[in-house]
């Protein structure tokens, strides 16, 4: 069992490399596994959908991605309407929820150290 992390009443600890929660804490911290589940957070979606809202994301790297949310449990599929949609689990969309948290601060961070970039940071770039 791992070691418990003070301050939290958790029996996992991610600071612990054998603890299992420090696998979760890789995968979820990954750049396109936080923007899948930041995306799901609307609803579930196709994977046409998901590819054409997170830009920069290759098919191959889309499908990895969604294999390991899956393999968490972050996620699932099912099949609708002749097509197959993911959507977040309920442990899911509490990540994704923090994720939000991280992605305002990182915006508040951000206009701190740069000036504002609007033109490189465009919804037409995705």
Avoid at 34 to 40: E, G, I, R, S
Avoid at 47 to 76: A, C, K, N, P, Y
Avoid at 81 to 97: C, D, F, M, N, R
Wanted: charged content about 15%; proline content about 4%.
């Amino acid at each position: 069992m791992c070691n418990q992390t003070q301050g939290t009443s958790s029996h996992y600890n991610v600071f612990s490399g054998a603890c299992p929660s420090r696998k979760l804490l890789n995968d979820v911290t990954r750049r396109w596994s936080f923007l899948v589940l930041a995306t799901l957070l609307d609803a579930p979606a196709r994977f046409s959908t998901l590819r054409e809202h997170v830009g920069g994301i290759s098919d191959r790297m889309l499908s990895s991605t969604l294999t390991l949310l899956l393999d968490d449990g972050l996620i699932v599929k099912s099949a609708s309407h002749e097509s197959i949609e993911y959507q977040l689990t309920v442990p899911g969309k509490t990540i994704a929820q923090q994720s939000l948290q991280l992605f305002n601060a990182l915006y508040h961070s951000l206009d701190q150290l740069f000036p504002p970039q609007t033109d490189t940071c465009s919804d037409s770039e995705q």
